[in-house]
């Protein structure tokens, strides 16, 4: 099953944050809770952690772009 990373919920008044860095690739096993992401605002850098333990599918937002809140980021497969 494929579970969907999305951009959290930042701030009350935050709508977006640009990708500043993924710290797996496409390919790479990921755990639950494990820290995959890197994203920044005006006012804060942030470590997102994957929602299920599976394998990277894919990248949907590459480093540098910007998302807004609820975006899907990546996909995980999951077996």
Request: no cysteine.
């Amino acid at each position: 099953m494929d579970i969907p990373l999305l951009m959290p919920q930042l701030g009350n008044e935050t709508t977006e944050a640009e990708l500043t860095e993924w710290l797996k690739s496409e390919g790479d096993a990921v755990t639950e809770g494990e820290q995959i992401l890197v994203v920044t605002t005006t006012k804060l850098s942030m470590e997102i952690e994957a929602p299920a333990t599976g394998v990277l599918k894919q990248i949907v937002v590459p480093e540098g772009d910007l998302a807004e809140i609820g975006t899907t980021l990546a996909i995980i497969a999951t077996e």
